[in-house]
C-alpha cells in the first residue's frame, strides 16, 4: 500500500505569492494531520481533519493559512499571501481512529522557501 | 490537556555507549505511547509504541516501557551505532475536548561518533 503523498516535495517562490501543499493520505484512514517543522520551534500541530472535517485549527498561524479535505483521499494547505517566516518543512500525516492505539504515518513533508 | 516533555538534548555519545532519552507525560485517561525517528531529510517513522501500563515496545535494539505510576515511557539502547544518529520523538495519542490528539514532545537530537 503506498504511504502518505505529498507534493510538491520542495517549492521556492517570492514573499506575497501564493503557495499550495498537496495530500493524500493512506487510503482507509480517517484523521488527516498538517505539521510544520523548523528549528526554531520544533514540530507543530496546524490543523487536524476526522472524516473530512476540521477538528481543532489552533495551530493555525493566521489568516493567511487555509487548510481543506474536500474528499476522504485529498487535503490541500494554503498559504496567501507567503511571508518568509513561513519558509519550513510541511508534513502531511494520517492515521485510522479504530483503534485509538494506531500510529501517525507521515509523508515525506513538502520543504517551502519563501524568498 | 494532553503534553509530552523529554530531554531536548542535543546528546552526543561514542559509539557502542547506553543510550537513555527521558520522556513524561500528562494526559487523561489511558494513552499510548510512541517514540518516533527523523533522520535526516526524511519525514518522522515510527521506531516503537506501547498501548497499555507495563507494555514493553521495541525494534531496532531500542526499548521503552510503558510506566503509568511515573507517567514516563524512557527510550533505551544498550549499544547505539552511529546509523542510529537522528532526531527522536516521544508521542502519545490520547483524547482531549475535541476528541481523538496526537502530541508530540520537542524531539532530542542524537549524535554519534564513531
Known amino acids: 500500500d503506498a504511504g502518505v503523498i505529498q507534493s510538491p516535495r520542495h517549492e521556492v517562490t517570492e514573499m506575497g505569492q501564493e503557495v499550495t501543499l498537496r495530500c493524500k493520505p493512506i487510503s482507509g484512514h480517517d484523521y488527516l494531520f498538517w505539521y510544520r517543522q523548523t528549528m526554531m520551534r520544533g514540530l507543530e500541530l496546524l490543523i487536524y481533519?476526522?472524516?473530512?472535517?476540521?477538528?481543532?485549527d489552533s495551530g493555525m498561524p493566521e489568516d493567511r493559512f487555509s487548510a481543506k479535505m474536500p474528499n476522504a483521499s485529498f487535503s490541500t494547505l494554503k498559504i496567501q499571501p507567503s511571508e518568509p517566516r513561513d519558509s519550513a518543512v510541511y508534513f502531511c500525516?494520517?492515521?485510522?481512529?479504530?483503534?485509538?492505539?494506531?500510529?501517525?504515518?507521515f509523508g515525506e513533508g513538502s520543504r517551502l522557501t519563501v524568498l | 490537556g494532553n503534553s509530552v516533555t523529554q530531554m531536548e538534548g542535543p546528546v552526543t555519545l561514542s559509539e557502542e555507549a547506553f543510550l537513555t532519552i527521558n520522556c513524561t507525560y500528562t494526559a487523561t485517561g489511558y494513552p499510548s505511547l510512541f517514540w518516533y525517528v527523523q533522520y535526516p531529510g526524511e519525514g518522522l517513522q515510527l521506531l516503537l509504541k506501547?498501548?497499555?501500563?507495563?507494555d514493553k515496545g521495541s525494534n531496532k535494539g531500542f526499548e521503552a516501557t510503558y510506566r503509568k505510576e511515573t507517567t514516563s515511557f524512557h527510550l533505551e539502547k544498550g549499544s547505539v551505532q552511529v546509523s542510529d544518529s537522528a532526531v527522536y520523538f516521544c508521542?502519545?495519542?490520547?483524547?482531549?475536548?475535541?476528541?481523538?490528539?496526537?502530541?508530540f514532545g520537542p524531539g532530542t537530537r542524537l549524535s554519534v561518533l564513531p
Open positions: 500525516a494520517s492515521r485510522t481512529g479504530t483503534p485509538n492505539t494506531g500510529e501517525l504515518f
Open positions: 508521542a502519545l495519542s490520547g483524547w482531549n475536548n475535541y476528541g481523538q490528539n496526537f502530541v
Open positions: 506501547a498501548t497499555k501500563a507495563d
Open positions: 481533519f476526522n472524516n473530512n472535517v476540521p477538528i481543532d
